[in-house]
Nanobody, 116 residues
């Protein structure tokens, strides 16, 4: 099983990035996926998730700015980040599980840095 996260980078406040998480070795359509982030000196925390049926959940700090989607044909999950703020700076990880909130598998992380 491999989850390959990509799409991070350096962006100015107010900008956007689209992160991707390409999965292999799992039955993609049956899994739920979560995006997490870890800022320096802080614990890793949930950003949002998408269930196998497509329903989504977001934490309050990103609601209305971030959107999670999935493409079952491409075995890829996306995190569209808009109106980025410096406090969004973190390493972003994707995780896959067979139940909502499950984290059976982790990707390697992609760095997002938002400058003020």
């Amino acid at each position: 099983v491999q989850l390959q996260a990509s799409g991070g980078g350096l962006v100015q406040a107010g900008g956007s990035l689209r992160l991707s998480c390409a999965a292999s070795g799992i039955n993609f359509s049956l899994h739920t996926f979560g995006w997490y982030r870890q800022a320096p000196g802080k614990q890793r925390g949930l950003v949002g998730s998408i269930a196998s049926g497509g329903s989504t959940y977001y934490v309050g700090s990103v609601k209305g700015r971030f959107t999670i989607s999935r493409d079952n044909a491409r075995n890829t999950v996306y995190l569209q980040t808009n109106s980025l703020k410096p406090e969004d700076t973190a390493v972003y990880y994707c995780a896959a599980g067979t139940v909502i909130g499950g984290t059976d598998y982790w990707g390697q992380g992609t760095q997002v840095t938002v400058s003020s």
